[in-house]
């Protein structure tokens, strides 16, 4: 009698989250999923149970390019967010009055809405008015002022730097913070052990962040994955589709082409793409969930 | 060879000096031992021998060369950290030879000095494990290890026992001793506890506020303490002091009681402090009146807490006693055991 009232209790107090989840994310999830697999035209609905949007999907032309668009803007942006977050982590690591000040200053970048800043930067990389084609232009470094936007070569790596500005200074921070929590022993052992500073960093502290370490890359990832408003608005995925990518893709396919099932096939690919990220995630630090953690 | 000579150390962080000139000569081979309370400076100074903190003023030298300016890896001295700092990402076996590694030495010598090192402290069947599954005096162990493998001249431990409980202490204690008496390398070992000092020091050093107050063998501080710094800090229960005055040759007690003989530099009148220690009490049929406070059996021996008038005193017995608490007793001092400190300098009167 207790304990089957225990149990209903416990499955009343979870209810609401269940809820949540399976209106907020397993339901849309369903949807985009039964979606894809719909044959739908000018908006409307025509017969379930088709493999066409994926068909469509593989003989589209825009695919290939989007695909190497969003390795270079996921692989490329989190790799470089990562090691110049460690970079940055490392130097502000390091006790000092500037570092200390330094710390509060840099998530200014991250707390910026996502609009200000792609509008900002959109500014500042302008072909004709933007301050830093220009800058380069004055200085002598470049005899004609660089549309950092408008060259198809430049526009992917331009976007990706916006990105890891926006996105570095939290892995820096947590990064920052995991370096200082090395055990200050630990360092000093390895100094009478003879090592050098670099010799410190390789063997003492990046052993002891790693934890951290792949937590952040894998978090930047998933972040890096779902951005949309920066390349939305900085380039619309122009020009001439250089710098689209799937996010912007998937957007520009339903909301402006209303190619309901296509955008959804494309979806369905994006979400088994993170979901193999994670998984490796998992797979890397089963160990570290089980004891690093813990220590 | 391995002998370290500190001169004149000084130490300041910002306005505040922590060392106020530290002369320090360690034989070679010598198991030295610095000790002293919380604060003292002790550890500092062990840091400052080990490169890990720079010194303001003053010269480290080992074997006559000046080492001051050199960075750690380059002064050949190994340190045992209190926590053992062993690097948890890496095997036993990796632990220890990670010094030698960073010195690129060939595979096959790491694994050789390793395994010589692991046979001596018991370590071979831990090698392949982790620092988390091990217990702390096998981790302790492992730290040993580390300093050994790499046969410094001189080996330095920043109290290592201290993480231990107290039946791993006494046994790590004797290990770390019996260790000593093999390989016979120069040893400073800090520590804040007095029975470690005792039991495992050639020469122990006992510091106060940055001072060092009295060097010499364990025995020489404990029966010859040049103040009542030194007297109160060696020895446990620790030395009794009792206000006294010098009265026709004698010294005696506030109330009159007499405690023994007064050397011949003190004139009659003369307030001193006198230091008893408990074993040199001895319960007598006349002398001092006193009256049983606490009866603290240990087996061995018995202590007793006394009160007498304006005092109370320690005294420790081998012998098996009848009395209980709130008994009158008299007391004295066996002979020639009274120690007379300067009341006003608190210096040892010969």
């Known amino acids: 009698m207790n304990t089957s009232s225990d149990r209903w209790l416990a499955y009343f107090m979870i209810l609401p989250v269940v809820a949540a989840v399976l209106a907020f994310v397993i339901g849309p999830t369903w949807d985009v999923a039964t979606l894809s697999l719909t044959q739908v035209v000018m908006g409307q609905e025509r017969g379930f149970g088709t493999l066409n949007n994926f068909r469509a999907l593989a003989a589209d032309p825009m695919f290939a390019l989007v695909l190497k668009n969003t390795a270079i ?94 996105k570095m200074p939290l892995v820096a921070l947590i990064l920052c913070a995991a370096i200082r929590s090395v055990p200050n022993e630990q360092i000093e052992a390895s100094r009478m052990d003879g090592a050098n500073a670099f010799e410190r960093f390789r063997f003492v502290v990046i052993p002891n962040i790693a934890f951290s370490l792949t937590a952040v890359t894998v978090i930047s990832m998933i972040w890096i994955t779902a951005e949309f408003a920066l390349p939305w608005i900085m380039t619309g995925g122009g020009p001439a589709n250089t710098s689209q990518i799937m996010s ?41 969930w089980a004891t690093g953690a813990a220590s | 060879m391995g002998s370290v000579t500190l001169n004149n150390i000084r130490k300041s962080y910002g306005a505040v000096e922590v060392l106020h000139g530290i002369d320090l000569q360690v034989e070679d081979g010598e198991f030295t031992v610095l000790v002293g309370p919380s604060g003292c400076g002790k550890s500092t100074l062990l840091r400052a021998i080990a490169g890990l903190e720079t010194i303001s003023d003053g010269e480290i030298s080992l074997d006559g060369q ?39 030495e060939s595979k096959a010598e790491i694994d050789r000095k390793v395994q010589a090192a692991a046979d001596i402290l018991d370590l071979a069947p831990l090698l392949e494990r982790y620092p988390k599954q091990l217990s702390g005096g096998q981790r302790q162990r492992v730290a040993m290890g580390r300093a050994i493998v790499r046969d410094p001249e001189v080996f330095l431990f920043d109290e290592p026992l201290s993480n231990l409980d107290a039946k791993l202490r006494v046994q790590m204690r004797s290990e770390i001793k019996e260790l000593h008496q093999r390989l016979r390398t120069t040893t400073v070992y800090v520590t804040h506890d007095q029975i470690e000092a005792m039991t495992m020091a050639d020469k122990i050093v006992v510091m106060r506020g940055g001072h060092v107050e009295q060097t010499g063998s364990p025995l020489e501080l404990y029966d010859r303490p040049v103040n009542v710094f030194v007297a109160g800090f060696i020895g446990s229960p620790a030395m009794n002091f009792i206000e006294a005055v010098v009265q026709g040759g004698n010294v005696l007690t506030s109330d009159g009681a007499m405690l023994g003989p007064a050397p011949e530099s003190l004139s009659d009148g003369a ?49 098996r006693i009848t009395l209980s608490p709130g008994d009158a007793v008299h007391i004295r001092v066996a002979e020639g055991k009274l120690r007379l400190f300067d009341i006003q300098s608190e210096a040892a009167i010969r």
């Open chain 1, 248 to 288: 912007t893709y998937i957007y520009q396919q339903s909301f402006e082409f209303f190619s309901w099932g296509v955008a959804s096939a494309m979806s369905v690919v994006n979400l088994v793409m993170l979901m193999v990220i994670v998984a490796l995630y998992l797979y890397v630090n089963r160990k570290s």
């Open chain 2, 271 to 319: 307030r001193v402090t006198a230091g008893i220690r408990p074993e040199d009490i001895i319960l007598a049929d006349s002398g001092a009146e006193a009256k049983v406070g606490l009866i603290e059996p240990t087996g061995a021996e018995t202590q007793l807490t006394l009160r007498m008038q304006g005092a109370s005193m320690v005294m420790t017995t081998r012998d």
């Open chain 1, 73 to 166: 803007w996921i692989l490329g942006g989190t790799i470089l967010c990562v090691m110049t977050g460690l970079a940055v982590g490392t130097f502000l690591a390091i006790d000092s009055k500037m570092t200390t000040g330094l710390r509060a200053l840099i998530l200014l970048p991250w707390v910026l809405p996502d609009v200000v800043t792609a509008m900002a930067w959109k500014w500042m990389l302008h072909g004709q008015v933007g301050v830093i084609g220009s800058t380069l232009q004055s200085a002598g470094l470049t005899e004609q002022q660089i549309s950092f936007l408008g060259d198809p070569d430049l526009v992917m790596w331009t976007l990706v730097v916006v990105l890891i500005w926006r």
């Open chain 2, 66 to 104: 000046v080492i001051n300016h050199l960075p750690p890896k380059r002064r050949d001295i190994a340190m045992v950290f209190q926590n053992y700092a062993l690097y948890p990402h890496m095997t036993v076996a990796k632990n220890m030879g990670f010094s030698l590694r960073l010195a690129k």
